[in-house]
């Protein structure tokens, strides 16, 4: 197994001495309420712990609650489709870095966040046309990187990313449909 905890400047692996386990439940549903739109709803909820030195604690980067809402409605024939998205992430216990010095903490637990993406589609005879934007809201984590000014410094660390570091995104394309 990978331990975090165990020193922020090494990656320790070791054979698992103790309790593990994952628990998941997962609820979806999608309703209609007139022609041509969808609402679609998924929740998450993630019980997952596992044994370190002894204790039973939960696993980093792991969220309790994750939420899906997707919107999308299509025009008759499809000629047309737009949908949206949002997705709620819970926090997640990230890995301890107590030892480390004051500039170089992070905190115990990542920032709940909500992401909102977004697409518009217009469909020809043999192409789609697509136009869309991802992270909306343009959420980011500040200063992922732990000590990103020294790369081959004792604290460097790269693997504390919880969240999304680029900004909103967008992006158009072509869709070829060959039959």
Not at 158 to 177: D, E, K, N, V
């Amino acid at each position: 197994m990978l331990d975090l905890d165990r020193d922020p400047q090494q990656a320790v692996f070791y054979n698992l001495s103790g309790r593990s386990y994952s628990n998941s439940l997962q609820i979806d549903g999608m309703i209609q309420p007139f022609r041509g739109f969808e609402i679609t709803l998924a929740g998450r909820y993630n019980d997952v712990k596992r044994t370190y030195d002894g204790r039973l604690r939960e696993v980093p980067f792991v969220s309790k609650f994750k939420g899906l809402i997707t919107l999308a409605y299509a025009t008759r024939f499809e000629k047309w489709r737009f949908d949206v998205t949002g997705q709620f992430n819970g926090k997640s216990r990230l890995p301890y870095t107590d030892s480390n010095p004051e500039p170089f903490l992070r905190p115990h637990y990542s920032k709940e966040y909500f992401l909102l993406h977004a697409q518009v589609t217009k469909r020809f005879k043999h192409i789609d046309i697509y136009l869309g934007a991802e992270n909306i809201t343009n959420y980011m984590q500040h200063h992922p990187i732990v000590s990103a000014d020294e790369p081959f410094g004792k604290y460097f660390d790269a693997s504390m990313i919880w969240g999304p570091i680029m900004g909103t995104t967008i992006y158009a394309g072509l869709r070829l449909t060959i039959k």
